[in-house]
């Protein structure tokens, strides 16, 4: 089992920064590939970044790519999302989740563990 809580939420103006944390029980983080998802009110939960294990391999969704990094300290137990720029519509509840697996997926079914969620709203 692995239990994740994400912290760092908040409200923030449009342009503004952000950064989240996700922090996991468990010996074995350094095995599962992470992801952050989001969710907005009436819209499926969808994708925003993946780090491989190693922190080697990253992916982002086309909408964040260049204002969000997403990071990972295995050390810590913990991977990170830097959100810059936040745009209106960034706006959402924003899950970490787990995948015991080396390769980074984009769906949320694929995943086997999740935090409760942070809420992020920006402001215009």
């Known amino acids: 089992q692995v239990q994740l809580v994400e912290s760092g939420g908040g409200l923030v103006q449009a342009g503004g920064s952000l950064s989240l944390s996700c922090t996991a029980s468990?010996?074995?983080?350094?095995?599962?590939?992470m992801g952050w998802f989001r969710q907005a009110p009436g819209k499926e939960r969808e994708f925003v970044a993946g780090?491989?294990?190693?922190?080697?391999?990253?992916y982002y969704r086309d909408s964040v790519k260049g204002r969000f990094t997403i990071s990972r300290d295995n050390a810590k137990t913990t991977v990170y999302l830097q959100m810059n720029s936040l745009k209106p519509e960034d706006t959402a509840v924003y899950y970490c989740a787990a995948r015991a697996g080396v390769v980074v997926t984009t769906t949320p079914v694929s995943f086997d563990y999740w935090g409760q969620g942070t809420q992020v709203t920006v402001s215009s």
């Open positions: 780090i491989s294990w190693s922190g080697g391999n990253r």
């Open positions: 468990g010996r074995t983080f350094s095995s599962y590939t």
